[in-house]
């Protein structure tokens, strides 16, 4: 009986064999693999379809469609979730949503608000634990689909976001399989993180971006009134963490930084996800350290973690410069792919 339930318990391991990358020929360094696919994703074209989704508060959000599927459609749906200040541009999405295109499949991507080159119609935006959105968005598609199985991978901030809300619903969630990539899991330590070395370039990059998008938000609302900051305290904003104290903090309705990191990072809810799960993390990347993520034994069987010794921040970058490799790409489809295999027999 010990043997059997042994076995029983290897096997739910093993059910997703790890697969092995290798980063690009002189392309190890974890800024490199960081800021290669970056650059290189611009140049990559991908045909969206638009859509429109209206919230429950009145707001709404774009969705980007690649191949929209048919009301009765069977085939799976992949839903992607971006990071921090991304969109359905982003380079990861990008290079996912090509191969998705190759294989004549369906996918969609959820920019959150103010994020797909619109402005939003309230004084809020979008954050890393911000999971009401995405569950109205899935509940919208499993009614619209009711026959495809919907999977979903978040990046980065996407990530955190999706693993958390995988463990607030738990045997609720509709999605078949989920996994998170890059996620900045423990919120508080990230943002520590980013002031240090090199990547305080990240950080300065994300700010201003968030700072100028708030900037055009000044011209639709009253912050001073409605939160008591003004455009002053915006652009004196000095790290993410500040910002986050005055601004994002405020905006969703927590005490300060220290209350929204604690509530919004996903590390409390990964024991309570109860579907398939991957989580891939490199052991280098500059923005989420490795150490925030639980040990193997921490978590449970449905859960697999992809811990790669390089890939950088949502890097992953193979093959070389003139013919690019997106091993990440590739083993998101696969781990959906082998998910839905097992569990049609």
């Known amino acids: ?69 048919d009301p009765d459609c069977k085939k799976p749906i992949l839903i992607i979730f971006h990071g921090l200040e991304g969109s359905s541009q982003s380079h990861y999405a990008k290079s996912l949503l090509h191969k998705v295109r190759q294989n004549n499949g369906h996918a969609v991507v959820m920019n959150f608000r103010s994020c797909s080159g619109r402005e939003n119609k309230m004084p809020r935006l979008y954050h890393s634990g911000e999971t009401g959105d995405a569950s109205f968005f899935i509940e919208w598609l499993r009614q619209r689909f009711p026959f495809a199985p919907l999977n979903a991978v978040g990046f980065s901030l996407g990530g955190n976001m999706l693993l958390k809300l995988a463990g607030e619903k738990g045997n609720n969630l509709e999605l078949n399989a989920i ?46 009134s409605l939160i008591g900051m003004g ?55 500059p923005i989420a350290p490795s150490y925030i993520l639980p040990s193997a034994s921490d978590i449970p069987n449905n859960i697999q973690l992809d811990l790669t010794a390089y890939g950088g921040h949502v890097g992953f970058f193979s093959g070389s410069i003139f013919k690019p490799g997106y091993w990440l790409a590739d083993r998101i489809l696969t781990y959906f792919s082998y998910n839905e295999k097992t569990l049609n027999g």
């Open 1 to 69: 009986m010990f043997f059997c339930t042994y076995v029983v318990g290897l096997l739910k391991r093993l059910k997703n064999i790890k697969e092995s990358f290798y980063p690009a020929v002189g392309l190890k360094n974890r800024h490199l693999q960081t800021l290669t696919p970056v650059i290189l994703g611009k140049y990559y074209q991908v045909p969206y379809v638009r859509e429109e989704l209206i919230l429950p508060d009145g707001d709404f959000v774009d969705l980007d469609w690649v191949n929209v599927p």
């Open 179 to 224: 996994i998170s990539v890059s996620a900045p899991i423990k919120l508080n330590e990230s943002t520590r993180y980013m002031v240090k070395g090199v990547s305080s370039f990240y950080q300065s990059f994300l700010l201003k971006q968030l700072k100028q998008k708030l900037l055009k938000k000044y011209l639709q609302y009253d912050y001073q």
């Open 231 to 285: 455009k002053d305290d915006l652009l004196g904003c000095r790290n993410i963490r500040e910002f986050d104290n005055l601004f994002t903090a405020r905006l969703h309705g927590f005490e300060n930084a220290e209350d929204y990191y604690q509530r919004s990072s996903a590390y409390p809810y990964i024991k309570k996800i109860t579907r398939p799960c991957l989580i891939i993390h490199a052991k280098d990347d």
